[in-house]
């Protein structure tokens, strides 16, 4: 990506190991990321090139000297955080803040590619029972969006009987609705305008959907919520105005759980938040910690959260790609190199 | 209190009951509140009187037709907010979000008197069981300052072996230390400065004070907890420099619970913490929820609360109590009147 609406595919050398705790992937399936699309928008013309991509699943073709657990042929799930396993924090599952971490795409090379490096591949792959084809893109969203989902969800404490809002019908968005399903709420309030998106959140678990924005959109939820908004609320999309209506929604003593990256640089409402008990949460996922539980399901059916892929490009079709997912007639890509 | 530094001792009539809810107590204990020191410090001149006081113990002297629960000469304890014990809020033990509730001080008369009116007394008042004049401070704190600080350590998720760092060497933060305690802390770090407080914090289980303020507090927290600060904070002052603090002192993933009554707009740095996967939690506590668990640790002499409270005055002692609490002379001063 050369600037904002600029993406090329370009013919470049295959990554090499460089540190010995080095792995290669060969990707199978990348994607685009909701998140990629704020650079598509305002990446400034003549910053440089960046090589996008931060989600993939693939098989290993090389590990350095020091790789113990990942093997040659491996087929893997790449987080879109790297991270060691040993760290303090990936002890207490929060990989992407490992203290010799990063995040794909940023640190290293993009996943929107033939081939990728990995670092701290011992941490970072997390190897896949030999599987069915028609699972592939329900693992690919474990490498973000299930995971990020997930995160929000247990950001927002989502827990049995609880009534849920999701602000954001992208593919987070729609997998917070799988992951506030799995984790028991009660009533699952999308808030969202795009049809086809809506019908996909029913299809998840959603209960209601509420399509109006603004001080109408808070109205309805707080009529859908018996006058007092929700205990969570997932707020998967970053912007300034789903903060502030995140706040206005959650019921005192509820928490938001935020992933959509912040495109803001304070929490307003300090006071009211403070005398409604309000708890505001969340960050990055550390998806890696999330994948044992969440495969499980989605290997014996219980969830499919790959249905938010709804057109797959090869290399050439990726910057069609990122303009399709702009404009919104794509929730999300999938890559096949 | 008439305006700044301005307490007056006025004759006026006991109160009486209003709502067939409500109950009537004659105040055995009160007290002054650090909350109370900011309107000590800011309350414009000729903007009426206020009648201060939110936390008592004391005898039931008269019941509405409606209570059921609550009998005349029962020994009560008093939270400082008033809470109808039945709805939603309630149920879910956010006392402080009660539909019919309110605080006292603001809503009703203030308890720094010989009588005062009750609300919901049903909901609010919690009966003791007779009990030993030694333990009436440790009895009275549980009406706000042991359940604040309590609050304070659940927002700030303490758990056994976290690390907790403590914001304010006030009454509230002081019971955070001895909350952090005994949900489980390996290391509570107390910041403040004075010797007499420190000293408490530490027979109350702190392992660490920092006298030093703003980045060489910081700096001093993260040599302690290995240079990452700590899981937990509890935010016990509510101005805009603590909750800076509290933001560069939690650890990636942390929470930061808060209870001082914040003066401040909005929460700063919403992208680092963010990143960090910080969480920001607390509010006015619900301390009724609380009574039941504390007390018992008080009862069986587990928690000595009642020793952050060091000098006792009469009604006429009030307006100096308020000196003396806002020229740091006295941790906490409880009023016999």
């Not at 973000?144 to 602000?167: E, F, S």
């Not at 009529?223 to 908004?229: A, D, I, Q, V, Y």
């Not at 206005?248 to 759980?257: N, T, W």
């Not at 249905?307 to 890559?335: C, H, N, T, W």
Request: glycine residues 14%; proline residues 6%; negative net charge.
């Amino acid at each position: 990506m050369y600037g904002a609406g600029d993406v090329r595919v370009e013919k470049v050398p295959d990554p090499t190991l460089r540190e010995r705790t080095d792995a290669l992937v060969r990707v199978a399936r990348a994607c685009i990321c909701g998140s990629d699309l704020w650079p598509y928008r305002d990446k400034p013309a003549g910053s440089g090139a960046a090589r996008m991509g931060h989600e993939a699943i693939g098989i290993v073709e090389a590990v350095g000297s020091e790789v113990r657990r990942i093997k040659v042929g491996d087929f893997v799930i790449m987080p879109f955080a790297f991270s060691d396993g040993t760290c303090d924090f990936c002890h207490d599952g929060l990989q992407t803040s490992c203290v010799h971490g990063g995040f794909f795409g940023m640190h290293t090379e993009g996943a929107q590619a033939e081939a990728l490096r990995i670092p701290q591949a011992d941490g970072t792959l997390y190897p896949l029972p030999a599987g069915d084809d028609s699972l592939l893109a329900s693992l690919l969203s474990l490498s973000d969006v299930m995971g990020t989902g997930h995160h929000a969800a247990l950001g927002a404490r989502v827990g049995p009987g609880k009534r849920a809002a999701v602000i954001g019908d992208g593919a987070v968005g729609l997998c917070g609705v799988i992951a506030a399903k799995r984790l028991g709420a009660e009533q699952i309030i999308m808030l969202g305008r795009h049809p086809d998106r809506l019908a996909l959140a029913r299809r998840f678990g959603a209960t209601d959907c509420v399509p109006e924005r603004g001080q109408a959109g808070v109205e309805r939820v707080r009529e859908l919520t018996g006058g007092f908004g929700t205990h969570a609320v997932l707020e998967c999309v970053g912007s300034e105005q789903s903060m502030a209506t995140a706040l206005d929604i959650v019921r005192p003593g509820g928490a938001i759980g935020r992933v959509g990256v912040p495109h803001y640089d304070t929490i307003p409402g300090a006071q009211p938040m403070f005398y409604r008990n309000i708890s505001v949460g969340g960050g990055p996922a550390p998806v890696r910690a999330y994948i044992a539980e969440l495969l499980s399901d989605v290997l014996e059916g219980r969830i499919e959260p790959g249905l938010v892929f709804d057109r797959v490009v090869d290399l050439q079709g990726v910057p069609d790609g990122y303009r399709a997912m702009d404009a919104r007639e794509s929730i999300k890509v999938m890559v096949k190199p």
